[in-house]
């Protein structure tokens, strides 16, 4: 990992803190850098620089004053309160004129770490986006299993017998006849005291209600509306085999999307108001890495006016960050997968989330965000406002709607892609929406630039009411998605966005 930070024309450290970087400005007050040392340890390393104000401040570096003094002291602190034993790297390094102190913690093989003053079973933590929080013994117990090299869903469950698991629907899903013995080969099954009995594993894909030993094992669903989400529209709970939950909860989304023809070169086709293909990917992901032994927490699938949000209970496995997920996944669950995979619901390992990403940027859509809250993962697709009023007629008319999952990048349909949205698309542009889109023509611009070229103040109340909406509709889109707050952030055209822009000029 390196140690290279970067400082602005200020002198202020341009990153941000995150899941594997934190700032302090001194060890006063050693108990919270500490925490954050066995956090980073214990879910994918990361760097703690002392000497940086942190992000509630402004970034400036103020250094340390005895350097060696306190790289000897953070050094015994790390010896005398954490257990089990770690020793990260420790360096001194020169930001402009000051010496800050990088302590450099790599992934720990002996995790879980805890603080040895409010020991095992109280004093470990996690990391959670720019904080470090306690971990709940379910927490702990997987993060014990995961260096041991032990999977949740490859535990035997000694109440179930095979009778439990739905073999001729299980056949059926894979395409083939499947026996005992192909249960215990494809870990659905284990032997235990002369018996065969199923794992978690065999529960989660062929027992037609896996709640029934598992609590987390189901989906709920709703249909949430209001600016907040507070009104239930609709809603339904899902029980059954977890790769026949996936076409479920698509049957529950699109019963609440619009529906509408465009018409291509060759012949008409039906598309949705939202990314289905992208979507279905995201609550396959979902079903797969979700983490089972969480007790109570399902699997939510939440349709808001202007968003699809898909959490899943667990956070990221250790070593892994937003970031790097988007490159390659691990799966938590392989057995479980491998059903997917021969059921064809899942296609390649480790490439879903990437895919996600091209689909939703080629259907002209805002980045997706995908973050860890709580003690679950939550991947939020936004789309054109579905709220009531944006929407004249009933559902399956399809008033107002969003760019295809095929996206608008053809050049023969542009014009319908312009049409089918325009409702929403009007509602985004506003009195100031042209002039806003017009700041950024050439290049990427800042929040201020553009309500000032709009002849707009840069009160956040205009950035609210004028900026946001454009990016909601996908007309405009963040330099830095991953971090909505960067201090470099800037705002660009999407090609949707300069699409209607030219529209407009036109006009």
């Known amino acids: 990992m390196s140690n ?51 992000v509630n401040d402004d970034g400036s570096v103020s250094g340390v004053e005895d350097p060696l003094a306190e790289e000897e002291r953070i050094t015994s602190l790390i010896t005398d309160r954490i257990s089990p034993q770690l020793v990260p790297g420790i360096d001194l390094v020169t930001l402009g004129e000051a010496t800050v102190l990088v302590v450099d913690v790599p992934l720990s093989t002996r995790r879980p770490h805890h603080m040895k003053d409010q020991g095992p079973d109280n004093g470990v933590y996690v990391r959670l986006g720019s904080s470090s929080r ?8 997987e993060l014990e299993r995961n260096a041991r090299g032990v999977a ?22 894979r395409g083939r006849m499947t026996g005992t013995d192909d249960l215990l080969a494809l870990g659905l099954a284990v032997r235990q005291g002369g018996e065969v009995v199923p794992t978690n594993a065999g529960i989660l894909a062929a027992c037609d209600d896996p709640t029934r030993f598992l609590p987390s094992a189901w989906v709920q669903c709703g249909r949430l509306r209001g600016p907040n ?10 029980h059954c085999p977890m790769p026949r939950a996936v076409d479920k909860v698509m049957e529950f989304l699109l019963k609440h999307a619009y529906k509408t023809a465009v018409f291509g070169e ?16 995201v609550v396959v992901n979902a079903l797969v890495h979700a983490n089972y032994a969480e007790r109570g927490t399902p699997i939510r699938t939440g349709f808001y006016d202007d968003r699809i949000q898909v ?12 970031e790097s997920m988007r490159r390659a996944s691990r799966l938590r669950n392989p057995s479980l997968a491998r059903i997917f995979r021969e059921a064809g619901i899942m296609e390649q ?37 579905h709220a009531p009023d944006a929407h004249p007629g009933s559902i399956g008319e399809y008033q107002g709607g969003a760019p295809s999952e095929e996206g608008v990048s053809k050049s023969h349909e542009h014009h319908v892609s312009i049409n089918e949205h325009q409702v929403s698309i009007n509602a985004a542009l506003g009195t100031y929406g042209v002039p806003i889109l017009s700041v950024a023509v050439d290049e990427p611009a800042n929040r201020d630039a553009l309500l000032e070229g709009a002849g707009l103040s840069t009160a956040y109340g205009n950035y ?40 407009q000029e036109d006009e």
């Open 349 to 385: 390992w480790g490439t879903g989330v990437q895919r996600v990403f091209e689909q939703i940027a080629e259907a002209g859509l805002p980045e997706p965000r995908v973050e860890e809250v709580m003690d679950r993962l939550r991947f939020t697709i936004y789309v054109p406002s």
């Open 152 to 173: 949740f869903e490859d535990l035997p469950e000694s109440r179930a017998t095979l009778a439990d698991l739905d073999l001729e629907g299980l056949s059926e899903l």
């Open 4 to 54: 290279a930070l970067t400082l602005d024309s200020a002198g202020r450290v341009i990153e941000s803190e995150g899941k594997t970087l934190e700032f302090k400005r001194d060890l006063s007050s050693p108990t919270r850098p500490l925490r954050t040392v066995v956090a980073f340890a214990n879910s994918a390393g990361g760097r703690l620089v002392i000497g940086v104000n942190d």
């Open 464 to 503: 609210s009411r004028h900026v946001v909406p454009l990016l909601e509709a996908g007309l405009l889109e963040f330099t830095h998605p991953e971090n909505p707050r960067h201090r470099a952030q800037r705002y660009r055209l999407t090609d949707l966005g300069r699409l209607v822009l030219t529209e």
């Open 266 to 281: 060759v012949r008409r086709r039906d598309v949705y108001s939202i990314p289905v293909e992208a979507i279905r990917e």
């Open 229 to 238: 989400g507070t009104e239930i529209f609709d809603q339904t709970e899902i």
């Open 311 to 322: 959490d899943s209970p667990g956070l990221l496995l250790p070593g892994m960050t937003v």
């Open 134 to 141: 306690q971990a709940d013994p379910a927490l702990v117990a």
